[in-house]
């Protein structure tokens, strides 16, 4: 609700200025009813703008502590095609992705205020943006079929996009930067994807995963791109 205090205040003197300038003109003065007229409605276009940047914020989640976001169950199809299912924390059913690589990516928006914001109450807050899937080797990924999914709302003015263009003067915000996470696919594992005050992270659920992150060894060069594809991902 704190988002709508400014908003409404705003429009409600622009609603007051604009019903007196309306006066004005019934008693036929016509230059500050003029005047006042035109500052309301400007005041009440001011106020319909922050609203629909705060219900914008609103998709985002505050951050104030570890958050579970999301948990994924992944079906092995075929090599490097699996099938997940995703429970996001903010839905109720589960959704059912194809994904296509060797790895499953979570990345999120996140926007943090400054320390004065943090003190009238602004924590720090996320969005989840996008779903993908990754292959261990670059080579793969550049020659291979992608699979990139949206899994945000975006209704009124995006926010991340006005702090990104406007960020010299919003002065509230202290940083704002994409955070991603991603780990191996396997038959059966299941993980947990978790915002933290320093960005996403993954936990595993189940033996699966467990023994596939042990095993994991992202490549750095051609020697270890053939060495992880033969890793029990499949």
């Known amino acids: 609700m704190i988002w709508w205090i400014f908003p409404a205040a705003v429009g409600v003197l ?9 006066a004005r003109f019934m ?17 009440l276009a001011g106020a319909l703008v922050l609203a629909l940047i705060g219900v914008n914020l609103q998709t985002y989640s505050r951050l104030n502590s570890e958050r579970s976001v999301a948990i994924v169950d992944l079906t092995l199809i075929e090599p490097q095609y699996y099938q997940a ?11 059912n992705f194809d ?8 990345q999120a928006r996140v926007i943090k205020w400054t320390r004065w914001a943090n003190i009238v109450g602004y924590d720090s807050i996320f969005r ?5 899937g990754q292959y261990t080797s670059v ?3 550049v020659k291979k079929p992608r699979t990139v999914y949206p899994v945000r709302n975006e209704p009124g003015i995006d926010a991340f996009e006005l702090v990104r263009n406007r960020g010299g003067w919003i002065k509230a915000v202290d940083a704002y930067y994409g955070s991603a996470t991603y780990v191996p696919m396997v038959d ?4 947990e994807i978790i915002m933290t005050q320093t960005g996403l992270m993954t936990r595993p659920l ?9 095993k994991w060894i992202p490549p750095t060069s051609k020697a270890d791109a053939e060495k992880a594809s033969q890793l029990p991902y499949k």
């Open 128 to 132: 989840l943006d996008r779903l993908q």
């Open 85 to 95: 299912q995703v429970k996001f924390a903010d839905r109720e059913n589960f959704e």
């Open 139 to 141: 080579a793969e990924e």
């Open 188 to 191: 059966g594992a299941s993980y």
């Open 27 to 43: 008693k036929l003065k016509v230059a500050t009813g003029t005047t006042r007229t035109l500052g309301g409605g400007m005041l």
């Open 99 to 106: 994904i296509r690589g060797d790895e499953i990516a979570f």
């Open 206 to 214: 189940n033996d699966e995963a467990r023994t596939v992150l042990k």
């Open 14 to 22: 622009g609603l007051v200025i604009l019903m007196t300038g309306l």
